[in-house]
């Protein structure tokens, strides 16, 4: 059987002054991390974590220590807490959807040093696997998360390679409208078992490896063409609509 991993830092070192006590809990949570002079250094040596546990009265006491300054992540928790039984000893975030990269630009909006925040993860695998290996980088600003994998930029040089340098140029380039992330397999397993766990099978019997064997085998069963025809349709006709308000406004 083969382990899946995806190795993660975070660039640049977060200054402590620019995190709230809540902000350092919760990232603290989903990578690990370092002191770094006067700030914090956060990575994950196996991957990241968007399922965090927090104790609930950690949670509580960081959220009020952190009030007065408005956050994102912060009305988040709120939400989260507003919706767990009164006895509850702990709090799961799920991130897998709303993203921890928003803790990122709630400290960039208050940050007067830091412009961006840079994620880069390796993927790789115990096992020299062709599907295991790959990255992606993330670049986070305020108003933006920017996420580019390494099969974008093999599609890119691919295109180069079949076309020249016009392979990238608008009207020859191609475009990824899907992708089958495993760590969302994982994260609607949970929610398939939340709802209605199958007889005699627990949720830690799903290993990565029977993820990434399904991921490959649904990839597999899945004709996308009529899908992508239809795609293809779309942007034509978009692309006549821009045109045509382009013509009408310098008339």
Known sequence: MADYFSPTVVQPTIPLSAMTPLELLLLQHIFSSEPDGDGIYFYASEGINDLPNYPIDAVKAALADSDGFPSLSADMV???????????AFLQLDLSVRGWEVIFQDILRRSTVLRHVVVTSAWTCSRMRPDGFGGMAIVITVDDVQVRSTDQMIDEMTGIADYGPLGVEPGIGSHILLQLHEEHVRVTLAVIFEAKAPGGLEITDVTDADIRQASLDVKAANDLGHEEADAAFKAATQAMCLAAERK???R
Not at 78 to 88: K, P
């Open 78 to 88: 709120r939400e989260d807490i507003a919706d767990l039984e009164e006895d509850a």
């Open 248 to 250: 009408q406004a310098a």
